[in-house]
């Protein structure tokens, strides 16, 4: 007797598996007796089918980014600096892939890793799981697609930066803002995640961009990145364009309209914003050059009050030798033009080793934070970060 065994394993991280991939079959019949020849031509035999292109693949990807931080307690401000220890920045999982034989994309991920606190300048926190992306791409013509779902657009030039590419341990501060317990808490400039739809000329969906020029026009939201819908009638309004460099570089140029509605019935009010954002990433040689800028216009048509202005931005040189990147980075922040002494700066210094046969980064960085001189704090951080790639 003869027995045949068949064990085949596949492990697939990075792409999905082939469209010829087949599971075993039975064996074939024994061959039919042959016939005589007919004095009849024979057409020549047809080539086999081509494997047709698989219609939808799943692509699992995510990352773990922790760190330590340390930050000087303010002796007058009981909220700054007490919380030293360690802290998850991203516990992030998701799947991407293609639908349609690429004519389509999509991406749906959530992230651990949510810093949930009740109220501002808090030391305590608490962690949740959120939802970071939830999106289809569907191909028009071209390099032309429709993203509809949960995305961040464009107007933020830090989403053309992924986590695991960041740099530095912290994204500059007109993005991120201030959080609890690094000074007074401030939000950010740029807009988080929103729920909408966008019309992008960039790369064909399903496939790795390429340098070239693109253009976004959104229309989302607006409201808070976990707002299940809008905060009133009126949508969210934004454009870019964006020019793909070598590299990974880019340059990218934007501007949005959000009419918005904060507060609690009876008490809700209109707050317009109009935004325009800068950004740049850049490769020359063994040199890499950041920086971007975020200006707020802020109108309240319900209360009269006057007009508020508010901008950040950020500049920064990395040194880059094969393993490491080290350099610094400049940041201020103005969340307000109605306060006089709410301005802050940021002077930080960083340091990141690669260890690409592990997916593993080590990252160090010492900030020094300069605030205006009526409301100078004592909270100078330094933070060490561990991240891994699945």
């Known amino acids: 007797m003869h027995v ?3 064990v085949a394993l596949a492990i697939a991280m990075t792409s999905p598996a082939r469209a010829d991939d087949s599971a075993p079959t039975d064996p074939p019949p024994p061959p039919a007796e042959p016939k005589p020849p007919t004095a009849e031509a024979r057409p020549p035999m047809a080539p086999p089918p081509a494997a047709a292109p698989a219609k939808f693949t799943v692509v699992p990807y995510g990352y773990l980014r922790m760190q330590y931080r340390f930050t000087q307690n303010d002796p007058t401000v009981e909220f700054v600096g007490r919380d030293d220890g360690f802290e ?3 516990a992030r999982v998701g799947v991407a892939g293609t639908l349609l034989d690429d ?7 959530i992230d651990g890793a949510v810093d949930e606190r009740t109220q501002i300048n808090v030391p305590d926190g608490k962690l949740r799981v959120g939802l970071k992306d939830a999106w289809v791409d569907v191909g028009i013509a071209g390099r032309t697609a429709v993203r509809g779902g949960y995305f961040l657009s464009w107007v ?3 989403a053309q930066i992924a986590d695991t590419a960041r740099e530095l341990v912290d994204k500059p501060i007109e993005s991120r803002g201030i959080r609890a317990t690094e000074g007074y808490q401030t939000q950010g400039l740029p807009p988080g995640r929103s729920i909408g739809v966008a019309l992008r000329v960039d790369q064909h969906p399903g496939h790795p961009a390429e340098p070239g020029v693109g253009f976004e026009l959104a229309v989302q939201n607006g409201a808070d990145e976990y707002s299940s819908n809008n905060d009133n009638d009126l949508p969210a309004i934004s454009a ?3 020019a793909r460099l070598p590299e990974h570089g880019f340059v ?3 501007v949005r309209y959000d009419a918005r509605t904060v507060g609690t019935l009876p008490s809700r009010r209109d707050e317009n914003d109009l935004q325009a954002t800068v950004g740049a990433h850049v490769l020359a040689g063994p040199v890499s050059l950041g920086a971007g800028f975020a200006f707020t216009r802020t109108t309240f048509p319900t209360t009269g009050g006057p007009v508020q202005n508010a901008f950040g931005g950020h500049a920064q040189v ?8 080290f350099g610094y980075r400049f940041g201020i922040l103005d969340p307000s033009s109605l306060l006089v002494t709410d301005r802050v700066m940021e002077h930080t210094l960083g340091a990141t080793v ?9 990252q160090l960085q010492l900030t020094h934070v300069a605030e205006q001189a009526e409301r100078t704090l004592a909270n100078d951080r330094i933070q060490l970060a561990a991240e891994v790639a699945l």
Request: a negative charge; charged letters at 20%.
């Open 4 to 6: 045949r065994l068949g």
């Open 88 to 90: 998850l920045q991203n």
């Open 103 to 109: 004519r389509a994309a999509y991406a749906i991920a």
């Open 156 to 158: 933020d030039p830090e």
């Open 240 to 242: 870019a364009v964006l």
């Open 252 to 254: 990218v140029a934007a």
């Open 318 to 325: 990395m040194v880059v030798v094969p393993g490491w990147e």
């Open 354 to 362: 690669a260890m690409p046969e592990l997916h593993m980064r080590l």
